[in-house]
């Protein structure tokens, strides 16, 4: 096997005859994808302790309690559920109904170890969100100013037509079952899988969840009422903004998930150093 492989412990075992480095990362992404690793997490937790001062969620202009949600997290004498619609999904002792770590049991959608703080504190919850929401829409203004500056963007991300066409993304995805995930011809460049998601979330998932995080700002409506407009009123941005944060937990799971079977420390040595090994021979 060419390149990174796992010995029977899952260490990286290195063939040095077989690859060499290349400078992949430069320093501005590495300094975005760390300050990233740690913003979105404390966004993600500090966000489930919000939600849980209200675990329901509406599309429209208002929401109350007896207002039809068309998401929901609770518990009743059954137990702990989330509600989709009309359909329910029992979940008790992971949400709704969970055993704290005193053994008390609470009634909140989602666990103390998943939110920030770890106990019930909504205006704590708030000021983590908003301090690490600044630093995630400055983190972004940074990386795209610098992308542009050390053609990044350019030489990375710019869609060609041929990658787009339904025969070669078929390919790429079999390449992936198949835990092959270099390009022979550009070992140190990107898939075209890669390209969709980075692109998705870069220029599509981070600006949804920044602007439709303005819109529930009281503040933030009186100076751009466009955006009740262009987002539906404050509960369906509230809506979107808890379904694009459950896409890019998603997109980190399944980032996780590659970077394990790709070779865990060639991917986190490459970026904090820059260098990524790959299959000799193969120019970029």
């Known amino acids: 096997m060419d390149g990174e492989a796992l010995d029977e412990r899952g260490i990286d ?38 939600f849980n001062a209200h675990p329901r969620l509406y599309w ?8 039809r949600a068309w998401l929901e997290i609770s518990a009743d004498d059954r137990g702990g559920y989330l509600k989709l619609g009309d359909r329910r999904f029992d979940t008790d002792g992971v949400l709704g109904r969970w055993e704290d770590k005193d053994g008390s049991i ?12 770890s106990g019930y504190d909504l205006a704590h919850a708030r000021r983590w969100h908003l301090t690490f ?3 995630l829409a400055f983190g972004l203004l ?4 610098a992308s542009l500056f050390n053609r990044h963007i350019q030489k990375d991300f710019l869609l060609k037509w041929r990658e787009v066409g339904p025969a070669n993304l078929w ?5 992936h079952l198949k835990l092959r995930f270099d390009n022979p011809d550009d070992p140190g460049g990107f898939n075209i899988l890669q390209k969709l998601s980075y692109l998705i979330v ?13 819109t529930m700002s009281p503040g933030m409506d009186a100076a751009w009422p466009w955006m009740l407009d262009l987002f539906g009123g404050r509960q369906s941005a509230r809506s979107i903004h808890f379904i694009v944060a459950s896409l890019i937990l998603l997109f980190i799971l399944v980032h996780l998930v590659l970077v394990l079977l ?15 090994r790959v299959p000799a021979g193969e120019e970029r």
């Open 202 to 214: 870069i220029f599509v998932l981070i600006p949804l969840a920044i602007f439709t995080g303005l």
């Open 13 to 50: 075992r290195v063939e040095p005859e077989r690859t060499r480095l290349i400078y992949r990362h430069t320093l501005g992404t590495r300094i975005w994808h760390w300050v990233n690793a740690v913003t979105i997490f404390v966004l993600l937790m500090s966000g489930a302790m919000i």
């Open 142 to 145: 940074f990386f795209l100013i």
């Open 262 to 276: 790709a070779g865990p420390l060639n991917g986190v040595r490459g970026m904090i150093s820059g260098w990524l």
């Open 171 to 175: 390919h790429d995805v079999v390449e």
């Open 60 to 67: 429209g202009q208002y929401g109350a309690n007896f207002d």
């Open 106 to 117: 609470r009634n909140n959608a989602f666990p103390y170890w998943a939110t920030i703080p």
């Open 133 to 135: 929401a600044l630093v």
